[in-house]
């Protein structure tokens, strides 16, 4: 998600600039010259291939940099907005699946929820940016991300659900329930069946846990499209970017942005 933030952007416009073989390539060629003509009082036409290559250099960096900059910054977002797009697909093919087989209602509606919300917010955007330009690249693929990672949270709550799907959590309660009843009974120690009770005890509360993670991860894809539906209703609302507003709609796509950063890595705990 960090390549989205115009300074990422910036500089892997330069990185790409630089790594450009014509500006490596003269570069070297620029370098060289220099140092021959330098060691052996080079002649007119070391000095002339010196300059040539150095002024190839530079003006190729610039014009990758300055000229170009739109159209390679532009290239970068969209190939990072394919390998979203890429990972959305092959998401969704089996997630619904999955999760009706778990019976994770709440998190089925999410799916589609999640869906109605980012083809919102593309339309709107459709409407309001022209598609060539680099801000609608970056606010499209902030949507993306905001899907992915949501779509990333589902995916933990289909693994903590399976992880604690061989927990019976009655039949424990009821196991505890029979062995309190012994330990009041009995009055001599009874390690073994205290070493039982532990060890049912420290079944519900990794039961508990799984099913807090769950619950949690799905309060997070809540936040996250109740912010799309805030930056989309924001977006409609603009008939023409002006200064003040592009301003504020920038700063509502870097929230959209750090809240998918933050969907991204809650994933993975």
């Known amino acids: 998600m960090d390549i989205l933030s115009p300074q990422a952007i910036k500089n892997q416009v330069i990185s790409n600039s630089i790594q450009h073989p014509i500006v490596i390539y003269s570069g070297v060629v620029g370098v060289i010259g220099a140092v021959y003509s330098l060691l052996f009082s080079g002649e007119l036409l070391s000095w002339g291939i010196t300059i040539a ?17 739109n159209s390679h910054a532009k290239a970068i977002v969209e190939k990072y907005h394919r390998s979203l797009l890429q990972q959305r697909e092959q998401t969704l093919v089996d997630l619904k699946q999955e999760l009706s087989q778990i019976k994770q209602q709440d998190a089925l509606k999410q799916v589609d929820q999640l869906g109605l919300k980012f083809n919102a917010f593309q339309q709107v955007l459709d409407r309001v940016l022209n598609k060539d330009e ?29 992880a604690v799907s061989g927990i019976d959590i009655d039949y424990i309660q009821q196991q505890l329930s029979d062995l ?8 001599s120690p009874q390690i073994l069946l205290e070493q039982k009770i532990d060890a049912l ?3 519900i509360v990794i039961y508990k846990d799984a099913h807090q993670h ?3 991860v799905l309060i997070e894809n809540e936040q996250a499209m109740t912010e799309l539906d805030r930056v989309t209703t924001q ?5 023409l970017l002006s200064s003040q507003q592009g301003m504020e709609l920038e700063t509502a796509m870097e929230e959209l942005r750090l809240l998918a950063q933050r969907a991204q890595k809650y994933s993975t705990r």
Do not use: P
């Not at 290559?53 to 900059?69: I, P």
């Not at 309190?180 to 009055?187: E, N, P, R, W």
């Not at 977006?235 to 008939?239: A, G, R, V």
């Open 180 to 187: 309190s009843c012994q330990l009041t009974q009995i009055t």
């Open 214 to 216: 769950i619950t949690t």
């Open 134 to 162: 680099l801000a609608y690249s970056r606010y499209i693929t902030m949507a993306e991300a905001v899907f992915v990672g949501a779509l990333d949270n589902l995916q933990a709550v289909i693994v903590n659900t399976k």
């Open 201 to 203: 005890q420290h079944r």
């Open 53 to 69: 290559a150095t002024a190839l250099c530079f003006s190729k960096l610039l014009w990758g940099y300055k000229v170009n900059y």
């Open 235 to 239: 977006l409609s609302q603009i008939s």
